[in-house]
């Protein structure tokens, strides 16, 4: 079966030349609306019973259903995703003054393999088409209570599940879908994208004339560091890695922002004084991040050890003798599993 929200308006027209060979244009604007709308086919009014009946036979029209959501004491909303073939993901849905932030999910797994994440555990199972990524969006701006015309998502990040870079053709059609006019027309300045460092495809990202946010899983000061905890530093050298960060600020002038979690071994003065280093010439924001359960205990691995209150504090102050603008995240929901991927990984040990 095809995903309807695979495509774009032009595209849904051709296809659905394939059903009907004269498909006037304003049928295809309307299921293209209905679609926004995450509508089922039985919701679809205005669409003729037969031709309903007969996408229905080739074509999902919900890929993405909501199959669990927890509210936080905070009201971070977390949910578990169910797909087409029965793999699960997860969203969080933020709540601020401004708007409300939607993180998803891009691949079901990862095979990046940071020693601190769950949802690398068990490898990457698949990626996540562009139809899919926009209807983990469509169906909780659905759920809220918004639409199309009333769009209740005013922002949102790639953070959940999965390595974006490494499914890179699909993400960046669905920053496409995600943006155009006929669809939910969510503005690229909204997005971030958080990756945990494939530097060529960074730099492939700066060359699309998008203008989302790049948001960098940095997480050590040293190559030497960064190879403990996270895989991608065997690939990549920080060197190679800030080349390409300032390759894509220099092309979109966009503030990068970093993520770092607070271990012990990178939250030293000199961590400080190297991260000026690297970061000389971006303008760019620092997000501290306590860190989290990880699926290694720290007898497995040492450098997971978290930093201690007291020096998660003395390192921040660090930072801001140095100018250099830092905040400690709040763990928002942390009370239902959350870091990315816990909520999955505890439903698939229940199920197993
Ligand atoms: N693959 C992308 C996006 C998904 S991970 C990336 O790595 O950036 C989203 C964020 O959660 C990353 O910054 C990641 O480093 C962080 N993260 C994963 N496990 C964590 C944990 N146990 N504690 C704190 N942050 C964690
Ligand atoms: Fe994958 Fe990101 Fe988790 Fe690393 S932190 S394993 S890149 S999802």
């Known amino acids: ?29 309307q299921i293209y609306d209905w679609l926004t709308n995450y509508a089922d086919y039985s919701e679809m009014s205005n669409i003729p019973q037969d031709l309903r009946e007969k996408l229905a036979k080739e074509y999902i029209c919900q890929p993405v259903k909501i199959e669990s959501e927890l509210i936080s004491k905070d009201g971070t909303r977390k949910y578990l995703f169910s797909l087409p073939d029965g793999n699960i993901v997860e969203g969080v849905l933020m709540s601020y003054k401004y708007g409300n932030t939607i993180c998803i999910s891009t691949q079901v797994g990862c095979r990046m393999g940071c020693s601190f994440c769950a949802t690398g555990i068990d490898g990457l199972a698949r990626n996540l088409t562009a139809g899919e990524m926009l209807s983990e969006i469509l169906a909780v701006n659905k759920h809220i209570g918004g639409n199309k015309a009333d769009r209740k998502i005013t922002n949102v990040v790639l953070m959940g599940c999965g390595e974006p870079l490494d499914n890179y053709d699909n993400v960046v059609k669905f920053f496409k879908l995600l943006s155009s006019k006929e669809g939910l027309n969510l503005s690229q300045r909204n997005v971030s994208l958080s990756t945990c460092g494939l530097a060529p495809m960074i ?150």
Request: with cysteine; proline share 4%.
């Open 1 to 29: 079966m095809k995903i309807l929200h695979d495509y774009s308006l032009p595209e849904l027209k051709s296809e659905l030349e394939t059903i009907e060979n004269k498909m006037p244009r304003f049928r295809a604007i």
């Open 203 to 352: 730099k492939k990202l700066a060359d699309e004339d998008l203008g989302i946010t790049l948001t960098i899983s940095l997480h050590a000061t040293t190559d030497e560091q960064r190879k403990k905890i996270m895989k991608v530093a065997n690939a990549y050298s920080l060197k190679e890695l800030f080349f390409a960060i300032k390759y894509y600020f220099e092309k979109t002038k966009r503030r990068i922002v970093f993520e770092y979690i607070e271990l012990d071994i990178n939250t030293n003065p000199e961590d400080a004084e190297r991260l000026k280093a690297l970061c000389k010439g971006l303008s760019y924001h620092m997000n501290l991040i306590p860190v989290n359960s990880t699926p290694h205990t720290v007898e497995e691995n040492p450098a997971l050890k978290p930093a201690s209150k007291d020096k998660a504090r003395e390192f921040w102050e660090e930072l801001k003798k140095l100018n250099i603008s830092a905040t400690t995240r709040r763990t928002l929901g942390s009370d239902i599993s959350g870091a990315c991927g816990q909520l999955r990984r505890s439903r698939l040990k229940e199920n197993n």
